[in-house]
């Protein structure tokens, strides 16, 4: 029996709620098994007052056994920017090439990290010029999806956001099936 993909989502207090729980159950809806990561193990509060469980804490956290990284937006994305831990998990996905989708303010977390130069990404509007200081190449648009990287600006674009980011998930299972195929 293939084992089930795994998602990993990365979080902090002040979380928007939305831009967590859509991606969180629309992942679990597609079979897929869904860790959350914060600074540390528990309870995170998001913006809210909506309380999650974070199974793990970003020290733990890793891309490998993971499919795809998962940065809500709210105030939680510029908490972490500020943590090693996360910007280090951030530059290990980006230098795996697995799939990253950041929606609203979640960019701020992966420009701290350092990995936009150069990168087409979207994300809501008041984080435009930071994130073009950073070298991203901002586009207004619901969603942009420039290699392994998926960006989304606000809750509203949350269902193109999560078919785009299932789409990489998809394209990247089919080429993994496609390369143990011919392997054989």
């Known amino acids: 029996m293939k084992p089930a993909m795994r998602a990993l989502i990365a979080t902090a207090n002040g979380f928007e709620e939305s831009e967590l729980l859509v991606p969180y159950y629309r992942l679990l809806e597609e079979g897929l098994e869904v860790d959350i990561a914060a600074l540390r193990r528990g309870t995170v509060v998001g913006k809210h007052g909506y309380r999650i469980r974070a199974n793990l804490s970003l020290l733990e956290a890793s891309p490998e056994g993971y499919e795809l990284l998962v940065v809500p937006g709210g105030k939680a ?16 996905y980006f230098d795996t090439g697995k799939p990253v989708a950041a929606i609203c303010h979640g960019p701020q977390l992966l420009a701290a990290a350092g990995v936009l130069k150069g990168r087409k990404l979207t994300a809501h509007v ?3 010029a930071e994130l073009r200081k950073a070298g991203a190449l901002y586009e207004d648009r619901e969603v942009v999806v420039d290699g392994n990287l998926v960006t989304a600006r606000r809750p509203g674009d949350l269902p193109a956001f999560m078919r785009a980011a299932l789409g990489l998930l998809r394209a990247r299972a089919s080429d993994a099936a496609d390369l143990a195929a011919a392997a054989v």
């Open 77 to 92: 994305a510029q908490a972490l920017a500020t943590h090693a831990a996360a910007l280090a998990l951030v530059k290990r």
């Open 126 to 128: 008041s984080a435009a």
